[in-house]
């Protein structure tokens, strides 16, 4: 039994529902495998590859995916690795990024601050731990963090307080301290005030950002002409980082500023296909989806560099 609700599935189906027959999709970010199994529902002919870093939840999509297994390969991995070992240019490429209502209210590994578990919110389980990180980064470094991957902008008082209480072990204990630490009405309510430490942290122990950047590009690179991407963030930073990356595909002049006149022929090597919001329905009956938006893109051409 699934404890994820998919997001935009409609909308990501939709838009994968014209590919090649006998295409190969990658999700990316399978999770439990609700974009998985809608895909391969509304394609008969679609083979998949079903990526997860996080060996648990995969489980789940195995047993949620078994009537398909002849059309699915799963592999295990951070996602920016698992490019380098594909051999096959997909003609799409998922990526539904962060983590899922599995790891909040299942994984105990510590993502939920509402209960009493372990600081870890290590999707490999390798690696520090967010209570490593939380225990022997210098304040400075503490505070650098919360307010550049929470955006965060109590993140000094914050840092100065996890500081004082270390060893600091369980979520709920983190939660706490800093909802001690910031000022009362905080946010006027509307998030918990550990929101963003808590966000800060999984992205900085998960390196979430670097992984995004580099699989972006990796993914591109082998994605086939004609091929399309879609990717679903669920804040600012995740969205920049994709904002950019499409724009930077699909201008069509690539030269330098200081170029007097273009060089390289102007033109892009993907396009836009549009960048969508959850419906208000959606957001009502999923709470979660709210902060979600979906960027689209068809690749056109091959970089110059590209093998
Ligand atoms: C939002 S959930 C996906 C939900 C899924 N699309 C569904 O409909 O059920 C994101 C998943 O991506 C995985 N994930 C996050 N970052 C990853 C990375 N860098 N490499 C591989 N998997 C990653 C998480 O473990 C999580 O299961």
């Not at 006998?22 to 974009?35: F, K, N, R, S």
């Not at 963090?145 to 270390?166: C, K």
């Not at 699989?215 to 591109?220: E, N, Q, V």
């Not at 396009?271 to 068809?298: D, F, K, Q, Y």
């Amino acid at each position: 039994m699934s404890v994820h609700t998919s997001v935009m599935l409609r909308e990501v189906v939709d838009f994968f529902t014209d590919l090649p027959e006998g295409c190969l999709l990658v999700d990316a970010t399978t999770g439990e495998g609700g974009h998985s199994e809608a895909l391969l529902r509304a394609r008969p002919d679609l083979r998949l590859e079903c990526w997860d870093v996080d060996r648990d939840i995969q489980a789940r999509a195995r047993e949620r995916l078994a009537g398909a297994l002849d059309r699915i390969r799963f592999r295990s991995g951070w996602f920016d690795e698992l490019f380098d070992e594909m051999e096959e240019e997909p003609g799409g490429i998922l990526f539904d990024l962060g983590i899922s209502m599995f790891h909040f209210r299942a994984s105990g590994r510590g993502f939920s601050f509402r209960s009493g578990e372990p600081l870890d919110m290590r999707l490999s389980r390798q690696g520090p731990t967010a209570a490593d990180l939380v225990n022997t980064l210098p304040e400075q470094e503490l505070e650098d963090l919360i307010r550049t991957y929470g955006e965060e902008r109590m993140a000094q008082r914050i840092a100065r307080e996890l500081i004082h209480h270390r060893p600091i072990t369980t979520a709920d204990q983190l939660a706490l301290i800093i909802a001690q630490a910031v000022p009362r009405g905080y946010e006027r309510g509307r998030i918990h005030p550990a929101t963003r430490t808590f966000q800060a942290l999984r992205i900085a122990v998960n390196d979430e950002l670097g992984r995004l950047e580099r699989a972006l590009d990796k993914g591109f690179t082998r994605l086939n002409r004609g091929g399309k991407m879609a990717v679903i963030t669920f804040h600012s930073l995740e969205d920049r980082i994709v904002k950019t990356r499409f724009k930077e595909w699909s201008r069509s002049c690539i030269c330098p500023p200081e170029k007097a006149r273009c060089e390289c022929g102007g033109k892009p090597l993907a396009s836009l296909a549009g960048r969508l919001m959850p419906t208000p329905e959606e957001c009502e009956s999923n709470p979660p989806s709210r902060s979600a938006i979906l960027r689209l893109l068809v690749k056109l051409r091959h970089r110059r560099t590209d093998a």
